[in-house]
């Protein structure tokens, strides 16, 4: 509590003391000023608590505290303290009162009672007694606020109210409340019609005689009687699903939901009900058709899949039996796993345009690897569909292996058809050309002796008679290389390996060929670790060497050598036939081995083109493999490996 007041500078000791005891008295704000000098005289302990101000700093009474009081009150409080000498005023106003360690101030409001009175030293004053009077305003504010909360919450609640009963009575859904009794207190009008029973026929009857059908009667009374005794029960607070019963009897299914309601000591139980008999039906022959066409789809004999998200979501029994998969592992992996490796960038990426919307071929073929290892062609037709809320595509597989096979067997059959018509008409040219020139060798020959035989000399008629020998040789010859070559064609030619000593059989090849080619001596032959004896076919290893080295001297210079090189390496027995004759052209590489193809720069060189073929089918009956390196001008080296075991 602060020191009594001080009185003002200019007042007399005894009006302080009188003013200080009549301040003390009163617990109003009580402040007195000199009519004659304005300055304040006194300001009581209530006036300094309520302005934090004591008489020293208000300075001139009339115009004390003018600041502070509300700017639409200042100018009425002005008027009357300018007149308060001739006549008192009591007034109320507001004021802004200043509070501790905040900017502004709260608004208050005062009740002020101002009068002029002589003073114990007989000069004028204006004493002025205030109260503050804010909590009353306060209060009936307050007061009309909660007034007005109520009315406005009496209103929203018969709002409320009438919104509920309206929404009760347009639900569609039938809304029925019954007692603890299950006696009906409410029926909507959806209830009527689903029901057949009246509101007025509804109420006060018990719920089990008129919806409740016979089998569940004692079910739904237990069921009350137990919530009632321990607050459990199974149905309420939840949808559940069951029957009920119109007033003709029918029973038809219904979606129930069913809430408590506590009202004083008892209960109320609420339930909406929905008529569902019709989505019962819908779904009912919706299940009946999906068995039928589960079905249809199960036993039709093209492979149906439904894939997305990269995996098999469905596989009828075609589709599982194509890859040998069972459900679950089929479905367990992604189904680019079971496409052959050659075909999966093309499945994939049909799928994937397909899933996108861009055009893609809607009929093509690709493999999968069945369970057991086999290679099936299966035709694709696939459409995209949304499933279970995402989208996918259905697939249609059909088998088309022995399809495929019966084509490539047509191909093939075919493109043997077009070889062999080509083989024919090569042999025909061929023919017509080589066997032209011994024959006309023969004619002239005979002519010859025919004409002039008796008068030639012996050494002559021999000549003649050793050119129509060799050109029957060379006829010969030509005539047993086609009959080789069919041999080989027909598969009459057999793999028959035999234990051999691979340098006497190299011995009995060059012998051969010194008896048939009459520069047999430039041919070099060498052996490097053959000497064990190995199994060698005698006859295709001739066949294959005899053809080499006879097309090495044709087609190499008279003064040039031929090298034929033996060497082995465990089973294999290599065979190294090098000449530097007029080599082989790059273009005529790829068909080097076919039946009567001869080199484009062969020239009057003679021969059939059967040689390389023999000598590539025998180095096929032998296991083995032919290779040939080759540059025009610089010679030719054929590279054979053929497969020739040691005999222990």
């Known amino acids: ?69 509300h700017a639409d009150d200042r100018d009425r409080i002005k008027r009357a303290r300018q007149h308060v000498l001739q006549s008192a005023y009591s007034e109320e106003y507001r004021v802004i009162v200043p509070e501790k360690d905040k900017k502004s101030g709260r608004t208050g409001r005062l009740r002020e009672r101002a009068f002029s009175s002589r003073g114990p030293n007989g000069a004028p004053c204006i004493t002025h007694v205030a109260r503050d009077i804010s909590w009353q305003f306060d209060t009936t504010a307050q007061l009309r606020d909660e007034i007005s909360r109520r009315a406005d919450a009496e209103r929203s609640l018969s709002d409320a109210t009438h919104r509920l009963e309206t929404l009760i009575a347009s639900a569609n859904d039938a809304v029925i409340t019954i007692d603890d009794k299950s006696a009906v207190v409410d029926w909507n009008a959806t209830a009527e019609r689903m029901f057949g029973w009246s509101r007025q026929e509804a109420l006060g009857h018990t719920l089990t005689e008129m919806i409740i059908p016979p089998a569940f009667r004692q079910h739904h009374e237990e069921g009350i009687a137990r919530f009632l005794r321990d607050g459990t029960g199974t149905i309420f607070n939840r949808r559940v699903e069951t029957l009920a019963l119109r007033r003709n009897g029918e029973e038809f299914n219904v979606e ?195 004409d002039y035989g008796t008068r030639l000399p012996e050494d002559e008629r021999k000549e003649i008679v050793g050119l129509i020998k060799n050109a029957v040789a060379r006829m010969n010859k030509m005539v047993e290389q086609v009959l080789v070559t069919s041999r080989l064609e027909a598969g009459s030619f057999a793999f028959e390996p035999k234990a051999r000593n691979v340098p006497e059989l190299l011995v009995q090849v060059a012998a051969e060929m010194d008896q048939a080619h009459p520069q047999a001596a430039r041919i070099a032959m060498r052996c490097e670790g053959v000497e064990q004896v190995r199994l060698v076919d005698g006859k295709l290893l001739s066949h294959i060497l005899v053809n080499l080295l006879t097309n090495a001297l044709k087609y190499s210079p008279p003064d040039s050598g031929v090298t034929c090189t033996a060497t082995a390496e465990g089973e294999l027995l290599h065979l190294s036939i090098a000449d530097r004759g007029i080599g082989i052209p790059p273009a005529d590489l790829p068909r080097l081995f076919e039946s009567f193809h001869r080199g484009t720069n062969v020239g009057n060189i003679q021969g059939t083109g059967i040689g390389l073929h023999i000598v590539k089918e025998c180095v096929a009956l032998h296991q083995g493999t032919i290779d040939v390196r080759s540059e025009p001008g610089q010679g030719a080296t054929f590279h054979v490996q053929l497969h020739a075991p040691l005999v222990a």
């Open 256 to 450: 129930l939901s069913i809430w408590p309601v506590r009202a004083g000591d008892s209960y109320t139980f609420s339930s909406f009900i929905r008529d569902i008999s019709r989505r019962k039906a819908a779904e009912k022959a919706l299940a009946e058709s999906e068995v039928k066409y589960r079905k249809v789809v199960e036993n039709v004999n093209e492979g149906i899949l439904i894939t997305a998200g990269g995996r098999i979501l469905y596989a009828n029994p075609r589709a599982l039996e194509l890859t040998g998969l069972d459900d679950e592992t089929a479905k367990s992996r992604p189904f680019i796993e079971f496409i052959h490796p050659d075909d999966r960038e093309l499945v994939l990426g049909n799928h994937m345009r397909r899933l996108k919307g861009e055009p893609v071929e809607n009929h093509y073929q690709f493999r999968v690897i069945h369970k057991n290892g086999d290679v099936r062609w299966l035709e694709i037709s696939a459409v995209v569909f949304e499933w279970q809320n995402a989208p996918a595509t259905l697939n249609f597989l059909t088998d088309v292996t022995e399809r495929r096979r019966v084509e490539q067997d047509m191909l093939s059959a075919l493109a043997r058809e077009r070889e062999l018509s080509e083989l024919k008409s090569r042999f025909v040219a061929v023919a017509s050309h080589e066997f032209r020139t011994p024959l006309a060798a023969i004619l002239s020959s005979i002519e010859l002796l025919d």
């Open 1 to 69: 509590m602060s020191s009594p007041p001080s009185p003002a500078p200019a007042a007399p000791s005894q009006a302080v003391d009188w003013l200080v005891q009549v301040g003390l008295a009163v617990e109003e704000m009580l402040w007195v000023w000199d009519a004659a000098s304005g300055r304040v005289l006194f300001a009581n302990q209530a006036f300094e608590r309520f302005w934090g101000v004591g008489a020293k700093e208000l300075g001139h009474g009339r115009e004390a505290l003018l600041d502070r009081i």
